[in-house]
Every structure is written in C-alpha cells, then in structure tokens.
C-alpha cells in the first residue's frame, strides 16, 4: 500500500500535495463548521467545505476559535435588535402612539416617509402608567431631506429585502432629541467644516480625493467598509485630519480622544449584499446611539445612499435603486430634525427615474472625479447650524400647531431638561 | 461552475469527471466527454444548451451526408452541402451577435462563437478530405462541445483530437488512441495551476486598477497614470485570457487530449503581425486557414492581401464586439499589419527592436481602443495618454504614485512572465522540488483569493 502511494508521489506530487492539502482543509472546515465557522452557515452545501477555512483566514477566524469575533461583536447588536422586533423596549414609552405610527408608515410612500409620527420627548417616560394625550409631530419639511424616489426596473432580489409593509420602529424620540427646536437645513461656507468628521466607505474616498475637502475637513474612511465595521475593534480606517496627513484609526478609539461638533456618515452601498433592510437599519441605529454615547454634542448627519446609474440598476440583482430607496426609507426615520438629520443628494445627482446621471459616473456606482464638487457643494447647501448660547434664534423652528400653541423656544427650555431624564429609559433597551 | 477559477468547478466538477473518466473504458470516454460537458454547459448558460445541442446534431448530419455523398456529381453536391451548413451555422453566430446589441447582452449564448467556429472547421475538413476516417457521432458531438473549450476556447481542430495523422504498422492503419495517465494528469494540473494563477493573481488584481479608473472618470486621470491604465489593462487581458488557456489546455491534458497551445509569447513579437500569430494562435490560424485563404491569401498580387488582410480585421473586430470601437480596433491593426509589411518591411528586417517597439507601445494602445466602448470617452482617454490636445478636469498628481505603489507587485510579475525566459523555465523544471512547491503555493493562495472574492469571470466569455 505504502510503496504504491510512494510510486504514485514520485510520479504525481503537485496532484498527491493538492489532494493531501484539500483533505485537511476539508476536515478543518467540517470541525468548524458548527462553531467557528457557524457565521458561514447560509454557504452550507453550496459551495465547497474548504472555503469555509479560506474565509475563516481573511477574518481571523480559525477552526479551534471557540467565540469568533465577529460572531461576539454581533451579540452585542442583537439583544435590541430582539427588542425591537418584539415590540417591546421603546415601543413600550411610545405606547398607543406606536400602533400609529406603524400605520402610518405601512401606508407612508416614498415622500412621505420621513414625515413618519414623532411623539414629544417628554411624554411616556414621565408618566409611563398615565395614557397621557400623545401629541404627534411632524419633523418640518425643511429640516431634513426627502428620500428620493427610484424607477423600479424588477430586478431586486427579494432575499435583500424587507418585506414591503415592514415598520422601522422610531425609538429616536426616546434617545435622541435634547429639546423640542427642529432646525433647517441651510446653505453654509466651507469654514463650517473644521469641526466635522465624515465616515464612510470608497464614496468618501473619493471625495476625500476628489471632492476639494481635503484642507477642509477630516476624514474616517476605508474602501468597502460598511456600517457592521464601523465599530469594530480591529477595522482601523483611514483618518485623515484636516489637511494633514493619514493614519489609520478605528472609529471608537477616534471618538474618545477627538472631538467633533458634526459626524456625517455615508454608507450603505456595500452593505446591500447583507440581508436585509431591517437588519441594517437595526445595526444603523446602533452605530447612531453609540455615536451619541461618545459625542453627546455632535450632530449626525446621516448620508442617504447615493443611487446608482441605469445601467446597473436595471441590471443587478443586489446593487439597484429599488434596494437603495428601501433603506434610505428606513433610516431616514433615525433622522429627529433636532441632532440627527438625514441628508440625502440623490436629488442633484439623479434624473427623473432617480437613477445617478450616466455623466457622473465611470462605473455606475461611484461619482466620477469630476463630479465630486458635486457632492461637496450639496453639503454646503445642506447643513445644520445650531446656535451655541442659549436662547439664540434658532435656525428654525417647528411650525405652530404641531408643538403646544404658543410655546417659544426659549418657552421650550424646560423640555430640554425632559430627555435627560428619558435618555435613561431609552437606554434601557441596550 | 461554468467558470475553471471557480470553487465548484476545481472541487467539484472537474474531480467528479476526472474519476468517472479514469475508470470508464476507453470506448465510452466520448460519450461521457459530450455528457459531461453537456451538464457543464447547461450550468452556466441554461436554456441555450439546447440551441448547442440542435447545432451539434445538425453539423453531424450535414457532415455524414458529405462524408457518405454518393454519384455522379458528388464534388458538386457536396460543395452546396458545405456552403448550405456553413450559411446555417454563420447566420445563427449572426442573429444572436444581433440580438445581444440591439435588444439585450445576455441574449447571446455562452461561447457561441467558439464552437460555431469549431463547427465551420470541422465541416471545412470533412470536405476538403482532412479527415482520415469517419467521425463517429460522438466523437464529432464530444469534439463540438468538450467543456475545456466550449465556453472560451481555445479552437481545437477536430484531427487534433482525433484521428492524429495514422502510422502504419504492418500495412495497417492504426490511428493512435486517447490514453490517460498520471503523468498526463500532473502536466496539466501543473499547466492548470499556471493559468489559475496567472489569472486570479495578475489578471483579477490589475483588473481592480482599470476598475479604478474608470471610477476616477478619464478627464481625471495623470497622464503617468493613464499609462500605467493601458499597461495594466494589456497585462490584465494577457492573463486572464493566457491563465484561461492554460487552464484548458491542462484539462485537455488531463483528459488525455494533447496541449493545444494558444499563446505563444505575443509580447516577445518582433512586429504587429507576428504578434498576432502568438496571440490567440488558434484563432488567427482559424482566420488564416478559412477566411484568408479561400480568398486568395496572399498570391494575388498587392492589392489583393491588402484586402484581404483588411477582410480579415474587419472580421476580427466584429466578432469582438458590435460597437464601432471594436471596428476602429480592428481596421487599426489591419492597417498597422499592412504599413509593417509593405512599408517598413526593411528596416523592420534591419533593425528588430524598432519591430518589438511597435509591439511594447502600440499594442497597448490598441487595447485600449479595445477596452472603451464609448468612443467620446475614447477620445477623453487618448487626450490624457497625450496631453497636447487639451488638459483634465480635477486631476490628482499623486495618482499615479497612489496606484503604483499599490499595483507594482502585479505589474512587475506580469512583466516578468512576458519574458519567455521565465515561464519556459518553469515548464522545463517542472519536476524540480522547488517549482513544485512554487505551483502548490500559486494553486492554494488562488483558490483563497477565489474563496474570499465572489469570483470574476473571465473578460472574454460574452464574446
């Protein structure tokens, strides 16, 4: 037996070693198939076992990893997210008002949105037994973009998708809101910048290269990064102080040490391969709240995701607008007109079927150099200014009728202290 | 599985087949050859299997009636035979060219060309008395439709399978017999892991860098790094088409079929012409033995072949493509093959290097003709390769210091292995311990690429 497999070495190595070596990556890959490699469980069967190791190696984790790290990264997320879905938590301190806005969201249309039912901070949490007279209010229109729309071309593969009559539970009202003032978006100078940080993936590379910002403003960014690794411990991104040169950081180390008055975020695109909308609107909400934790004052930006050409819209199964206006849909509704606003380009990019202009773009995905400016103008067209002191004019204001009549801002400082006593009961969800 | 660099092809197909194959007596290996490749076809271009398939029977049936033609006017009647399968097969080549420009990409079928083009061979053969013996039905379906070749080629002539040139023994015809081996199978799984490598590990990585620039936008780029793009982008066609080839040579090696070599060191050319004799070789010798030929070649006189020659890259430029860059590209490297040959003939025969110059520097542009389908953005990147004709908009000058640090490992093993020297080298000591451990490293260090990345396939399959 030896001597046959000897003469069948010597005269076939490279065909003896490969199969040697596949054998054992076959065998590492079934012992960590229920373990390690469980993350990997959707490939079972339909790609090969091996793979399973290969891939394990790109992230780190091996077949005798007990607790991979991603897989421990992920539990953090995944009791609210079970909150969440359960209706319990939040949903608790939004009490009848929720049933509402449920409602309101199964039949709000892509314009609409955003307009989705906000109950005032002050409400449930105050008197959590007390049905108290939920007051509903309406996010002004100027303060935060609209989704825009796209022409659905059929080609969206349902498995990246939410179901259509799926709620995005607005729990921002519990976190967020530090008082009762929505400001608008209003044109600024480049000077508005020094303080700000913008986070994304190769999009932001490319306005970080491209975009005239460079000595603008800073920069946290990495090709294909997406919204799960913006919190993990060993994804250290490209950050790229205002004019200066890069170093690599992760985003919580850069939280705690730097401080940012405004943090845009502009993701998304890579993340429309992860099943699915709710999933990634859940992971959204956590990276929002622990931005907040980190950087209380800051305000956040939340980038809707740039469309796509038609070309590729019309084409691909994952990476098509109809997927794209299904989560901007659902994070828009992180937005509270307040610290959190969601800002979204896509009108100045995109024609009348909201595809991205077939000018703008080389690949159909990114802005093309040259279009960049494009992005950095609509960023100075749409910000947010919050007056520092105290009773300063805010920017703007929520319509009457829609707060207690008659109340003032500076009437509506009371309120503000009411979150700090709610932030707790938010947080409960955690 | 459609694709050779593909997990479920390397760990699935292509073992389970080889198996069944090894133990299988000889007789029947055709046969599984046609079903196996029928299986292997069906998974990548579903429903267009049966559009092969009704191909395959109909150039069988035409084949048998010239072969069996009898009468009279049998020289006659065969001729009409031939045109009459040969319009058939050209017109179906045609109408899906058509379909897929016009209405939709996906509607032209998975390697149509390839085995049209085997068919018309096969059909030429049989009736210029090329054959030596009757094809049997399955070894005429098996030829048609091998899966080493029937997605991307490369175009086997049928007597290169079968029916070798007989030698006699004893007054007997003996024609030698398709016989596996280990040794054949540890060639071409050396050859097989050449190709893997050349093209996950030179082809993918470089194609990351045209991908970039066409992101960046042409009007955007350096003039260095528009360079470097036409380079990588010639680097990158080299090796995926070349690690294509070699991966289906070395399956046909497995299979017991000879290498059907298809690259022959196209940039060691000494000139326009001779490149295109080693790049693609089974295809320009296809060109050349059923286009060129029949058409006078070149005994006519001067004004002929020019013709001729301008027939034939006309041709090659529509069969890549329909759009008119394609067209440009071919009328191009025609009228480039016509200057070298009527033009400078002499003093490429004086000084070579002036004949590799023309190789190093206008092949590359030439692809680049290839590569960009919109002829405005032609223009755009033709006015950065020579920045007279005007200037870019938001152009970086650190890009090209950006993608060259990135990039030069690949470049540089790209370069390398366009010198004979080193690739011959590695074929000569493929038995020496080193090299072996070199190629073990190469496979496994791909398969992790192909693992890790959802898997590119390879550039040439739509056309």
């Known amino acids: 037996m030896l001597t046959v497999l000897k003469r069948i070495f010597r005269r076939a190595p490279l065909l003896v070693l490969i199969l040697l070596i596949w054998l054992v990556l076959t065998v590492l890959a079934l012992i960590g198939r229920g373990r390690a490699y469980r993350e990997y469980s959707t490939q079972h069967g339909r790609i090969p076992a091996l793979s399973l190791v290969m891939r394990g190696i790109h992230d780190h984790i091996y077949p005798w990893s007990e607790a991979p790290g991603r897989a421990a990264a992920d539990a953090d997320g995944k009791e609210p997210k079970g909150a969440a879905e359960d209706g319990t938590g939040t949903a608790d301190a939004a009490g009848t008002d929720k049933q509402d806005t449920a409602d309101a969201q199964k039949t709000a249309d892509s314009a609409q949105i955003q307009d989705g039912l906000l109950q005032t901070p002050s409400e449930s949490p105050k008197s959590p037994a007390q049905p108290a007279e939920p007051v509903s209010l309406t996010i002004p229109e100027s303060s935060c973009s609209k989704v825009v729309g796209a022409k659905d071309y059929g080609v969206a593969d349902k498995s990246y998708l939410s179901p259509d009559d799926t709620v995005y539970n607005t729990d921002k009202e519990g976190l967020f809101a530090p008082d009762g003032t929505y400001y608008s978006l209003q044109e600024v100078d480049d000077s508005y910048f020094a303080d700000a940080l913008m986070i994304g993936d190769s999009r932001t590379v490319g306005l970080y290269e491209y975009g005239d910002m460079a000595d603008v403003t800073s920069f946290l960014a990495r090709e294909s990064s997406t919204i799960y690794d913006l919190f993990k411990d060993d994804e250290k991104m490209e950050y790229t102080p205002r004019g200066k040169k890069s170093t690599e950081r992760t985003l919580k180390d850069l939280l705690k040490k730097a401080k940012f008055s405004k943090i845009y975020i502009s993701v998304g695109v890579n993340e429309l391969g992860v099943p699915d909308t709710k999933d990634y609107y859940n992971e959204f909400r956590e990276v929002i709240k622990k931005i907040n934790k980190l950087q209380p004052d800051a305000i956040i930006y939340i980038q809707g995701i740039m469309h796509v050409s038609k070309k590729m819209s019309s084409s691909d199964p994952v990476y098509n607008n109809k997927a ?14 307040r610290s959190i606003f969601y800002i979204d380009m896509n009108a100045d990019l995109c024609d009348e079927n909201g595809d991205l202009k077939q000018d703008l773009t080389g690949d159909g995905i990114h802005l093309k150099a040259s279009a960049c400016e494009l992005w950095h103008k609509f960023l100075r067209k749409n910000a947010i200014v919050i007056p520092a002191a105290a009773g300063a004019e805010p920017a703007g204001q929520s319509p009457a009728g829609q707060t207690p009549a008659g109340q003032t801002p500076a009437a509506e400082e009371p309120a503000a202290e009411a979150p700090a006593g709610q932030t707790p009961a938010g947080r409960q969800t955690e | 599985m459609i694709n050779f660099a593909g997990l479920e092809f390397i760990f699935r197909f292509l073992p389970i087949f080889m198996i069944i194959y090894w133990f299988i007596p000889s007789g029947y290996r055709d046969a599984l050859l046609f079903l196996g490749s029928i299986i292997f076809y069906a998974s990548g271009a579903h429903l267009f299997v049966f559009l092969l398939l009704g191909l395959v029977f109909l150039n069988y049936l035409f084949g048998e ?43 032209l079928p998975l390697g149509l060309s390839f085995y049209i083009f085997k068919m018309i061979s096969y059909q030429a053969d049989l009736y210029l008395g090329q054959m030596h013996k009757r094809p049997s039905f399955t070894q005429a379906a098996a030829y048609f439709t091998m899966f080493p070749q029937v997605a991307q080629g490369p175009i086997m002539r049928f007597s290169q399978g079968w029916l070798e040139k007989p030698t006699n023994i004893r007054r007997q015809t003996v024609y030698a017999e398709r016989t596996v081996s280990l040794q054949k199978i540890e060639d071409g799984l050396t050859f097989f892991a050449m190709g893997l490598g050349m093209k996950v590990l030179i082809a993918d990585r470089l194609g990351i860098l045209w991908n970039e620039i066409v992101k960046i936008g042409f009007e955007s780029i350096s003039t260095p790094l528009a360079w470097l793009g036409a380079v990588g982008y010639s680097l990158e066609l080299y090796f995926d088409f070349w690690g294509y080839s070699l991966m289906a040579g070395g399956i046909g090696l497995m299979l017991g079929f000879r290498f059907i070599q298809n690259f022959i060191h196209p940039y060691a050319a000494c000139g326009i012409a001779d490149f295109y004799r080693r790049w693609h070789a089974t295809l320009g010798s296809w060109f050349r033995d059923y286009v060129y030929i029949p058409l006078g070649g070149s005994r006519r006189g001067t004004a002929a072949v020019i013709r001729n020659l301008m027939l034939v890259w006309l041709l090659t430029g529509f069969w890549h493509g329909g759009t008119l860059n394609f067209i440009i590209w071919g009328v191009v490297l025609g009228l480039l093959i016509v200057w070298e040959k009527f033009v400078v003939r002499g003093l490429l025969e004086a000084v070579p290097v002036i004949g590799h110059l023309h190789v190093v520097i206008l092949i590359p542009l030439t692809w680049v003709i290839f590569a960009i389908t919109d002829l405005k953005e032609l223009g755009v990147y033709f006015s950065r390769l020579f920045p007279f004709f005007g200037t870019g908009v938001a152009v970086n000058p650190g890009d090209f210091a950006k993608y060259m640090g990135i990039y030069w490992p690949f470049l540089a093993a790209g370069i390398l292995l366009c010198v004979p020297i080193f690739y011959n080298l590695l074929i000569w000591k493929r038995r020496n311990p080193i090299v072996i451990a070199f190629l073990l490293l190469v496979f496994w260090v791909s398969v992790y690429f192909a693992s890790i990345s959802a898997g590119n396939p390879f550039m040439y399959f739509s056309f």
């Open chain 1, 324 to 337: 794209i206006v299904q989560r901007n849909k659902a994070i828009s509704t992180l937005a509270n007109g």
């Open chain 2, 65 to 107: 009636m010239v072969w069996v033609m009898p009468g009279r006017r049998r020289k006659v009647q065969q001729r009409q035979m031939l045109i009459a399968i040969i319009a058939v097969d050209v017109l179906v080549l045609v109408v899906f060219k058509v379909l897929a420009l016009k209405i939709r990409a996906s509607l």
